[in-house]
């Protein structure tokens, strides 16, 4: 039947979902302008990654973009070799 469900429709006409990037775009920007937050910006170690992240922690050594999904993934990955070589 018609006029079941849900549709997706800008409130605004004049705001397209290609207008998102802008304030993405413009945080980028103001990120790399200021020397004390790139030299903080690393790239995840995890396999298949390459995400971007600020390294805001207390001795900068971050690795990971997000320890719960790429962090832990490596975790899990080098307790099992570990396990491996016990066996």
């Not at 945080?27 to 390294?55: S, Y």
């Amino acid at each position: 039947m018609e006029g079941e469900g849900f549709a997706w429709q800008w409130a605004d006409e004049q705001l397209k979902p290609e207008h998102l990037l802008g304030p993405v775009a413009r945080a980028a920007a103001e990120l790399l302008v200021r020397p004390e937050l790139v030299a903080k910006i690393h790239q995840c170690e995890g396999d298949n990654c390459g995400w971007l992240f600020v390294d805001c922690s207390k001795n900068h050594s971050r690795r990971w973009c997000d320890m719960r999904d790429c962090g832990n993934r490596a975790k899990v990955r080098r307790h099992r070799k570990r396990l491996e070589r016990k066996s």
